[in-house]
């Protein structure tokens, strides 16, 4: 791995393990506290309260699926105008080519549509996923972070990390156990 | 009276007590990773893939053929295909209720059965979208119009008719749907991959999971989207039957042509899905043994849906047969009452013992609370609405505007064999989910559990 020569301390972090929800929290909240930023929590179901305690609020989802829904709009106006104007004019009934209460439903479909879409791959890409590998994994007991433990992790980019005095402010905090994270 | 007191009412949990995080994991994930299976499973499974086979051979028949083999004819044009179509699609829409506006509505409920529930609206949707592919005898012309693309004849679809509207809805409502689903396995399917201890299990769990790991920032983009994709699916739902219902309500023909069609079609497709959620849920609970995660309260639960809906519906018969009187539309008085006591009384007469009158008995709490008694009650609405379908699509057809074109229908062998098809094609795909995918929402669970609450409030039950 090249990201092991580039990291000072040669490690990815510090992972401290924690058995309840509201430890981890707690234990977040003064991490980030102690003014460090390159932390991150796992958790096997979400926890609003941890979040919150590492600072992370994103809010561009929103913008990304109301975007994907203008654009699921303006699609089905100009498909059907455009079909039913220019392309294959076709006199229904008499009714005006741009009889435009008989496109509402397509229109509100592909808007529905684009907007489900948007917010999937929104939320896909902005997670960074498909991530089929993170150092994270290397440690053993992380696969219980998808079954019922809860883990808090200190990145060694942080300004404040030492691996040190790091791993001593974690045991600090409750945690179970506090494990080095290789790259 | 003076200063009442306030009455206290403590719902069931919705799970039974004792369960941790790690025992709901087991629980629910075991199922999938186990190598056994209960042997019921073998036996729906094979069943299933039976009656699918007979589907394969209905198929391939009409397809050299034509729809000549089929019970359609003037003057009633369309007849199993459209039935079962509207069945089946109503069908998947009580997994989306359950799943996007019960959850926006906050019902905790929910979090027990909107995984299978969702997967039953998939599958429902799947067997619904067989019929209007096939309807024509010749699939392979139907892509020209209903899609719009650049084709050799430079012909575009026609935006104008109910019929592209019903292509887009229902092929929008697919979509949705699965992409709900896939969302709401990500963290399980990383679950399923942290406990597999065979390596291509672990590897083809792992590559679905997309290698979740249950970091704060995902969880807090994945609840954002998580609701704004119940936010909406809940007009879609909506909508989809609504356009359905469009494909009777915007033609003239007496029976079709009523502005009650739009709700009714949607509170009886949520009618008909609770019917069938119940007819899954009872028995799987049983089988697996999740009567800790799918309580007698849920079932209740579902048992008021049911009758709540089944009320609408019949609102929407007696609305029905009003405007058939009250409109003094001779066609449309003649049509209500031939409805009722004309060739096919039988089925109008079943169909309102079905839909109206046997779900009155889960105002009795017994029955409500008793899986038996549901489960007869879910089957019998089952067949009921599929009735109610017939009823719409038939009666209103085969009476037509001059009796010279009187005529009447009958499914053929056929028709039979494409429409029970169909239920095994769901039976095998449903089963083959259960073997594959964690029937119960995980990582929603574990929400549930004592374990996760943060404050210590009293009586921290938020979802009555």
Not at chain 1, 121 to 147: K, T
Not at chain 2, 25 to 49: H, N, Y
Not at chain 2, 128 to 138: D, E, M, S, V, Y
Not at chain 2, 382 to 401: A, K, P, Q
Request: aromatic share 16%.
């Amino acid at each position: 791995m090249d990201t092991a020569h580039t990291l000072p301390s040669g490690i990815y972090g510090l992972l401290a393990e924690f058995d309840d929800p509201k430890a981890l929290v707690a234990a977040a909240k003064r991490t980030y506290a102690a003014g460090y930023r390159k932390i991150d929590t796992f958790s096997p179901y979400p926890i609003e309260e941890a979040w919150e305690a590492i600072g992370h609020h994103d809010r561009r989802l929103s913008f990304i699926v109301l975007a994907g829904g203008i654009t699921g709009l303006l699609t089905g106006v100009g498909l059907q105008e455009w079909v039913h104007e220019i392309a294959y004019p076709v006199n229904i009934a008499g009714k005006p080519l741009n009889s435009w209460p008989q496109f509402v439903p397509v229109c509100f479909e592909l808007t529905i549509l684009f907007a489900a879409l948007a917010a999937v791959i929104g939320m896909i890409v902005l997670n960074g996923l498909p991530q089929p590998y993170h150092p994270a994994f290397n440690v053993e007991r992380f696969e219980r972070a998808s079954r019922d433990k809860f883990f808090l992790i200190v990145e060694s980019d942080d300004p404040k990390f030492d691996r040190k005095s790091t791993a001593d402010f974690l045991k600090g905090l409750n945690a179970s156990e506090v494990t080095e994270v290789e790259p | 009276m003076l200063n009442p007191k306030p009455a206290t009412y403590e719902p069931a949990p919705l799970i039974e007590p004792g369960h941790t995080f790690a025992s709901i994991s087991d629980k629910i994930g075991g199922v999938v990773l186990s190598t056994k299976q209960p042997l019921s499973w073998f036996v729906v499974i094979s069943v299933g893939m039976m009656i699918m086979g007979m589907l394969g051979m209905a198929i391939t028949w009409l397809l050299l053929k034509g729809t000549g083999i089929w019970g359609v004819n003037i003057p009633v044009g369309w007849g199993f295909a459209i039935i079962n179509f509207v069945w089946w699609i109503g069908i998947g829409h009580a997994g989306t209720l359950i799943s996007a506006i019960l959850l926006l509505l906050k019902q905790g409920w929910r979090t027990s059965i909107n995984r299978f529930a969702e997967g039953m609206t998939i599958f429902a949707v799947m067997c619904a979208g067989l019929f209007p592919l096939i309807h024509t005898g010749r699939p392979w012309l139907a892509a020209y119009w209903l899609f719009p693309y650049p084709n050799s004849m430079s012909i575009w679809p026609q935006f104008r008719s109910p019929l592209i509207w019903d292509v887009f809805a229902v092929s929008t409502y697919f979509t949705v749907s699965l992409l709900f689903w896939y969302v709401g396995l990500i963290p399980d399917l990383a679950t399923l991959r942290d406990k597999a201890r065979n390596i291509w299990v672990k590897r083809a769990y792992g590559a679905l999971a997309l290698g979740w790991r249950g970091s704060a920032r995902h969880w807090q983009r994945y609840e954002h989207i998580y609701l704004l994709l119940a936010g909406l699916s809940t007009p879609l739902v909506l909508s989809v039957h609504t356009v359905v219902s469009f494909d009777f309500s915007i033609g003239i023909i007496p029976g079709w042509h009523a502005t009650i069609f739009p709700p009714y079609f949607v509170a009886g497709a949520i009618y008909a899905g609770f019917a069938m959620v119940l007819t899954l849920a009872i028995p799987l609970r049983k089988v697996y043994g999740m009567e800790d995660f799918i309580t007698m309260r849920h079932l209740e639960n579902m048992g008021k849906v049911t009758l709540v809906t089944g009320m609408i519906v019949a609102y929407g018969y007696v609305s029905e047969a009003f405007f058939g009187w009250y409109s003094a539309n001779k066609y449309e008085g003649f049509m209500i009452w031939n409805r009722m006591t004309g060739p096919y009384w039988y089925m109008y007469w079943t169909l309102v013992f079905c839909n109206i009158l046997t779900p009155q008995w889960l105002w009795i709490k017994r029955v409500r609370t008793s899986p038996f008694g549901l489960f007869a009650v879910a089957m019998v609405v089952n067949v009921g609405m599929w009735l109610e379908r017939f009823v719409i699509v038939v009666t209103s057809l085969h009476r037509d505007f001059l009796p010279s074109s009187w005529g009447m229908y009958y499914g053929t062998i056929w028709d039979w064999m494409t429409f029970v098809g169909t239920l095994g094609m769901f039976l095998t795909l449903f089963f083959l989910f259960i073997r594959f995918l964690p029937m119960i929402s995980i990582f929603e669970m574990r929400t549930m559990a004592p374990a996760a609450k943060m404050h210590d409030a009293p009586a921290g039950n938020e979802a009555h």
